[in-house]
């Protein structure tokens, strides 16, 4: 059974960094694509990043480029967000996802075949 367990969040001042954290069971980081998508209430889930299984290629979002990291750790079987300089309009649920295929670009949301079930970023002074 897949299951994407998400954790890290919080409240962070603008100008702060958080990490993000998705623990994968049910398989490996190394098989499945990865990527993290945000939400705010009212709008669509945006994509933010994606980690290519096959290669380790990475696809960010525009509004996060030089400041969003995502990687992943094959030991721990675990991917992370690693987010810098954060803004308040970077304040949203973040959810972890993963599917079968190779990316090339940003992927849409129903490209990805499992979810986690999101944890809270909220950037505010």
């Known amino acids: 059974q897949v299951q994407l367990v998400e954790s890290g969040g919080g409240l962070v001042q603008p100008g702060g960094s958080l990490t993000l954290s998705c623990a994968a069971s049910?398989?490996?980081?190394?098989?499945?694509?990865t990527g993290w998508f945000r939400q705010v209430p009212g709008k669509e889930r945006e994509g933010v990043s994606c980690?290519?299984?096959?290669?380790?290629?990475?696809y960010y979002a525009d509004s996060v480029k030089g400041r969003f990291t995502m990687t992943r750790d094959s030991a721990k079987n675990t991917v992370y967000l690693q987010m810098n300089s954060l803004k308040p309009e970077d304040t949203a649920v973040y959810y972890c996802?993963?599917?079968?295929?190779?990316?090339?670009?940003?992927?849409?949301?129903?490209?990805?075949?499992?979810w986690g079930q999101g944890t809270q970023v909220t950037v505010s002074s």
């Open positions: 980690l290519g299984a096959s290669d380790g290629s990475t």
């Open positions: 049910g398989f490996t980081v190394d098989y499945l694509s």
């Open positions: 996802a993963a599917g079968l295929f190779d990316p090339v670009g940003l992927p849409r949301a129903h490209t990805y075949d499992y």
